[in-house]
């Protein structure tokens, strides 16, 4: 049954204390839409045992009104692995609730819309990383998680953009695959004397980035800083002050405490951020993630209500790609 969601002046005044946070991120005209479905899902994850993983880029209606746990995609899975709850609410893309799902098989994984997927981990499949393997054998295999169960399948050990680096060197190998974005393999192969060997699948939002587009903030503004995350081309990560994953840059917001500064990533990471750092004044290139976006109040509240769209792995894949996750949680425990 779907609980009320009328705006009453009781619900306005509950609610108070959470919009006099989000206020600078959240129009006044969109509140009233807001405020009771977010009332509506706190109050159904509770009655369902139910946690909510929300990823940086989720708006902040999400990230900062409903979600338990959020945080980058390493973040994430060490969550998901520790989540005491019967049902885990996957605010994020498909491979994530996929990984959550994977280092929780005895629970039960919602993903509030199933068509939220991912460019990269379209641009590669199981069949793929055979391929490679059979061009470069007894080359080890480093899937970003940003891909398919299947493909985590066929890999020898899994990687984050915060932990790319490690993972490459602990392999002690004199050349490793790094699939499937090819600008983090090659933004990683100028930190290290290993051969990188990269694919060539992209992020749609990151890739939009150009170091013109930085060049012409400096221009206007010499004094701004800017911070970009690896999946942005090379020359981008140049131009950029530092370079790290969401994670990352968030720590470097917080130990700088910048008086402007551009986040070279998806957009609403900026909001979000904005509402821990109003002191800090984020300039915005948006680019928004339109699968991420899918991801809404509304939808979050009919998957708690109908237990939908809930994900499953195949036991064979599952068994195969658990273990290239597994290893790099040990490596970064």
Same mark, same amino acid.
């Not at 479905?37 to 940086?56: D, F, Q, S, T, Y």
């Not at 973040?75 to 929780?104: P, W, Y």
């Not at 490690?166 to 004397?193: F, G, K, M, W």
């Given at each position: ?28 005209v969109e509140w009233p839409f807001h ?23 989720q708006t902040p ?146 890739? /939009?980035?150009?170091?013109?587009? #930085?060049?012409?903030? +400096? =221009?206007?503004?010499?004094?701004? $800083?800017? @911070? &970009? ?68 109040? /509304?939808?979050?509240?009919?998957? #708690?209500?109908?237990? +939908? =769209?809930?994900?499953?792995?195949? $036991?064979? @894949? &599952? ?15």
């Open positions: 049954m779907t609980p009320s969601l009328e705006y009453t002046p009781e619900l306005a005044k509950e609610m108070t204390p959470l919009y006099e946070r989000l206020q600078a991120v959240i129009p006044s405020a009771p479905l977010i009332h509506a899902i706190n109050v159904l994850k509770r009655e369902r045992g139910a946690v909510i993983l929300a990823h940086n880029y209606e999400i990230f900062h009104g409903v979600a338990d746990i959020t945080g980058d995609s390493l973040k994430l899975a060490r969550e998901a692995q520790n989540a005491d709850a019967d049902v885990i609410v996957q605010c994020g893309v498909h491979f994530m609730a996929e990984t959550s799902k994977l280092l929780n098989p005895d629970k039960t994984i919602l993903l509030p819309d199933a068509r939220a997927g991912c460019s990269l981990a379209a641009s590669v499949t199981g069949e793929d990383v055979r391929m490679l393997r059979q061009a470069y054998p007894g080359v080890p295999v480093v899937t970003y998680v940003n891909t398919s169960a299947e493909v985590k399948a066929e890999s020898d050990i899994c990687c984050t953009s915060s932990n790319v680096l490690a993972v490459v060197e602990s392999l002690n190998a004199p050349r490793v695959l790094c699939i499937p974005d090819e600008y983090l393999a090659r933004n990683v192969a100028r930190q290290t004397d290993v051969e990188v060997i990269a694919w060539k699948g992209r992020c749609e939002v990151h890739e /939009r980035f150009s170091a013109q587009d #930085l060049r012409t903030y +400096r =221009e206007s503004d010499p004094g701004i $800083a800017i @911070i &970009a995350h690896p999946e942005c081309p090379p020359d981008v990560i140049h131009e950029a002050d530092f370079s790290g994953s969401t994670s990352g840059m968030a720590k470097w917001i917080d130990a700088h405490r910048p008086g402007r500064v551009i986040m070279v990533t998806e957009c609403s990471m900026s909001d979000n951020l904005a509402v821990e750092y109003p002191q800090v004044e984020f300039v915005r290139p948006c680019n928004l993630c339109p699968h991420m976006k899918r991801i809404t109040l /509304r939808n979050i509240l009919d998957s #708690l209500i109908e237990m +939908r =769209e809930e994900i499953k792995i195949p $036991a064979d @894949i &599952a068994a195969r790609a658990r273990k290239p996750i597994e290893r790099m949680l040990r490596l970064n425990s």
